[in-house]
């Protein structure tokens, strides 16, 4: 079992920036591939970004590409979210999710633990 709790969500103009955190509770952080998810209103939840348990390889939705990065620091139990060039579109509860193995999927139906969410709000 792991609890994950984000952080660092809120207001920001169009081409800011903001950094997620999301904290894991546990003494096994590196055993678990870590993804952040988002939902925009009306929206299906949908993959941003994830990493392996090790760090390392990482992947990107395209629309996050080159803007957002996904870090990790295993001694810490926690998992980072870096947003540069944010858009409105980007608006969005922003979600961390886990699965405990080494590789990520990029599916929700893949983590089955999951933090409350965060909101990022982007204003034009």
């Known amino acids: 079992q792991v609890q994950l709790v984000e952080s660092g969500g809120g207001l920001v103009q169009a081409g800011g920036s903001l950094r997620l955190s999301c904290a894991a509770s546990?003494?096994?952080?590196?055993?678990?591939?870590m993804g952040w998810f988002r939902q925009a209103p009306g929206k299906e939840r949908e993959i941003v970004a994830a990493?392996?348990?090790?760090?390392?390889?990482?992947y990107y939705a395209d629309s996050v590409k080159g803007r957002f990065t996904i870090s990790r620091d295993n001694a810490k139990n926690t998992v980072y979210l870096q947003m540069n060039s944010l858009k409105p579109e980007d608006t969005a509860v922003y979600y961390c999710?886990?699965?405990?193995?080494?590789?990520?999927?990029?599916?929700?139906?893949?983590?089955?633990?999951w933090g409350q969410g965060t909101q990022v709000t982007v204003s034009s």
């Open positions: 546990g003494r096994t952080f590196g055993s678990y591939a």
């Open positions: 999710a886990a699965r405990l193995g080494i590789v990520y999927y990029t599916s929700m139906d893949g983590y089955p633990y």
């Open positions: 990493i392996r348990g090790s760090g390392g390889i990482t």
